[in-house]
């Protein structure tokens, strides 16, 4: 009997030899993004899901998981295993979830791995045709009116069209209502239809819509116009150059993810937002990649510790909550 039990003891031995032994990574990666598809944050998590699946020979999935303004999609990623395959695209919005909701207890910094930044991306004020508004002189005059009132779809709490939104109201001076969707595309889908007033968003979903003649851009967050939305002031230019808002697009993976695991998932990330594909469709977008010192690891844990002082005052002083 005893041989059977040493038998079996040096067979689980070797299968856990093996499973330490497997190259990662092994079978599919799946990337968590915590709003619906259609908006911003999703259409670039797809891009890079299917450039790192090509790049790690290996199929990377997005997975939405929606609710509570990223509340829901970041506790997923926590209670996941921190071996690599389990990942989370998100941008300068996943700073305000532990703001939103302090009784989660979820720190962005101390709860995840950073593996990498993707893109900068500025932010669109736009409008539905059937709105009648030309430029952000008559917006701002018509929200000042109060009739008829102004309606702004956003992505839901704690998400950037939110906090863009939120700091615009204030900075105009207008009174207008935040209608709170479950991620940015189905608002903007609403704004097309002309049941909303307008939206701002990220470049990425917008200059499209523009271009096809499907919504009115009335100006753009960059410091100059981009050379997609040529016909599309600057929020300065527009005459409110207070106005200056960029959103970062980045990578993170869960906490205490094994060094080893991380590294690949970084070099890959990096060969992927280096290459002159990458850069070429990005820009299409009307977006940036960032400078070489700014794509690792470590800047984007800088940028996290940023971003996490800096709004913390601006949620608190928008009354940004969950709601």
Known sequence: MWKLFARLALSALLVQSAMA???????????IVSVAPGGSLDALARLVAAQMSVDLKQSVIVENTTGAGGLVGFQRLMKSEPNGYTLMFSNSSMVLIPLMFPKAG???VEDTTPIGHVANVPMVLAVSNQSGIQDLASLVTRMKSKE?????????PGTTSQLAEAV????????????????????????MAGNIDGI????VTLTSLHQGKRVKALAVSSLKRTAQLPDVPTFAEAGMPQFD?????????????PPAIAEVLQKSLRRVVESPEWRD??????ADVPPAAELGPEALRQTLMRDQKKLAGMASELNLQAR
């Open 168 to 191: 615009f109201l204030k900075m105009a001076g207008g009174q207008g209502q935040l209608v709170s969707y479950r991620g940015s595309g189905p608002a903007i889908a609403d704004v």
């Open 245 to 257: 808002m960029q959103i970062w697009n980045g990578l993170v993976a869960a906490k205490n993810t």
């Open 148 to 156: 008829p009132a102004i309606n702004l779809g956003s992505g839901g």
């Open 21 to 31: 032994a497997e190259p990662f990574p092994s079978r599919p990666i799946t990337i």
């Open 200 to 203: 701002i968003d990220q470049t």
């Open 106 to 108: 979820l720190d962005v």
């Open 281 to 286: 469709r990005i820009a299409q977008l009307g």
